[in-house]
């Protein structure tokens, strides 16, 4: 009971912050605009059919292709509003969480009560968890009602954005548990976290690159140690394609146009990158990655239950 009252405690506590309510209000913003929107056969209306554009994407025997609009609803909305601008304002929300609970006074009225570090340090944990899941809840379902009501579209599969992207703030927020609890500071918090997220996202670019010019491979031992550390890190750029797989999306390169040999070339071996990333075990990729969060989680836990206050 006392450790769920520490849960609601730390939700409340980030609900009282005006940066829950400017994401709250960002997410109330971009489905409006994208109920602005709407595809008929051939045609994209926007501003309620003020402005009109031709286009190819949508037409075909049945009319609109749900596997398009599933693409842009992964690849961008929530790739971008989701994944990107969500991720930076959630780790921007939640930088605070620690370093404000472990203020002189603050901490010490909390360790005061009868229950273990562990559990007080997991109450903390599960709070910030709790406050983006409610986000991306508003999102996610704000959103789905807009492509299915406006749009004439539904795609149930993209309701798994709320959990994934759970997942995918989870794989960062670890790391500014710990680097929080070691420096009481928000700012090392939310840079830390940042360059963590950059080398996560760097090492699989990476990787990438070498499935996209397999002569790269020739490079045995750099090759190697690519790959091996892309499994050792959180997959934070795969949330996207779990998405787009469950949402049955079309690949993104479908809004690419190729004019020339090059770009073509170049569509292809992107092609070639997300088949190879769809075609991923997403046991096997989430799995990993929160192997690598409850390392991270243990070992800030120890840091926690160690450090003297």
Known sequence: MQFWALIVDSFRESRDRKIFWVMLGLSVLIAAAMSCISFEQGR?????????FETDYFTGVTGIKTDVIAA????????????????????????????TFLERGAIDVVLSKPMPRWKLFLGRYFGGMVFIGVQATIFVALTFLVVGLRWGVWLPGYLLAIPLVVLLFSYLYCVS???AVVTRSTVAAVLLTML????????????DLFTMYPEW????LVYEGVHAA?????????????????????????????????????????T??????????????????LL?????????????ARKDY
Do not use: C
């Open 272 to 289: 070639k990158v997300e088949a190879a990333r769809l075609a991923m075990n997403p046991i096997a990729i989430i799995g990993s990655s």
């Open 44 to 52: 994209v209306n926007f501003l309620f059919g003020a402005k009109v």
């Open 230 to 270: 892309r499994w050792m890190v959180p997959k934070t750029q795969d949330i996207t394609y779990h998405a787009k797989k469950w949402s049955r999306a079309a690949n993104a390169s479908i809004f690419v146009h190729a004019d020339n040999d090059d770009d073509r070339e170049m569509v292809d071996r992107a």
């Open 72 to 99: 842009l609803v992964v690849d961008g909305i929530m790739d971008t509003a989701l994944g990107g601008m969500g991720v930076l304002l959630s780790i921007i929300a939640t930088a605070s969480f620690f370093p």
């Open 196 to 207: 963590a997220w950059m080398a996560f996202t760097g090492v699989q670019t990476v990787d």
């Open 292 to 304: 690598f969060e409850a390392v991270i989680v243990l070992l800030t836990m120890w840091k926690f």
């Open 177 to 179: 548990a710990l680097v």
């Open 217 to 220: 491979q020739k490079q045995k």
